[in-house]
């Protein structure tokens, strides 16, 4: 992308970046407190647009009952990491 210079940046291309406190939205487990955190299924529910977090194990099961194509599109596997420090203050958590 070019700047009003004309000089061209190399551009990161973030799918999402979010902050949850919640544990899974099925189960209500937490997530992996290490760095490496944990796999998760991320589901977008229109027309809010609020984000539904699962655990690796239920989003497993979900995706084993989702059979429409239409339905599968508004899953998306993630991974979530635990968050060192505090979030900005205009973040929402
Ligand atoms: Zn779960």
Redesign the pocket.
């Known amino acids: 992308m070019a700047d009003a210079n004309g000089q061209i940046f190399e551009q990161l291309i973030v799918n999402q970046a979010a902050v949850v406190s919640h544990?899974?939205c099925?189960?209500?487990?937490a997530y992996a407190s290490n760095a490496p955190g944990d796999r998760a299924l991320c589901a977008s529910i229109n027309p809010e647009q609020n984000l539904y977090l699962?655990?690796a194990?239920?989003g497993d099961a979900i995706m084993a009952h989702v059979q429409a194509d239409a339905v599968r599109g508004r899953y998306t596997w993630d991974w979530v990491v635990p968050l060192r420090g505090r979030p900005l203050p205009n973040v929402s958590a």
């Open positions: 544990g899974c099925a189960c209500g487990n699962f655990c194990a239920c």
